[in-house]
């Protein structure tokens, strides 16, 4: 499981993640979001994607790079 937290977790992070790990030929095996009570509202702030083992190294690397070296 590879953790991702953000300020929100949405429907255009998600997207950006999935195109990422596409590019890359990660399959996803499951995705889970968490996040915060604001109010009435839930606020998503972390995202959790099941991967395989041997995909972990390379999906970190290529989510480091869509989102961190712009």
């Known amino acids: 499981v ?4 953000a300020p929100t977790v949405g429907p255009q992070l ?3 993640i999935m195109v990422a790990l596409a590019t890359a030929r ?6 889970s979001m968490a996040g915060s009570v604001d109010g009435d509202a ?9 991967i ?3 995909d972990v ?4 690397r290529t989510l480091h790079a869509t989102f961190f070296e712009l």
């Open 14 to 16: 998600i997207s950006e």
């Open 2 to 5: 590879l953790s991702l937290v």
């Open 57 to 60: 190294e390379v999906a970190l």
């Open 26 to 31: 990660i399959p996803l095996r499951g995705l």
């Open 42 to 50: 839930i606020a998503p702030q972390s995202c959790q994607l099941v």
């Open 52 to 54: 395989a083992d041997s």
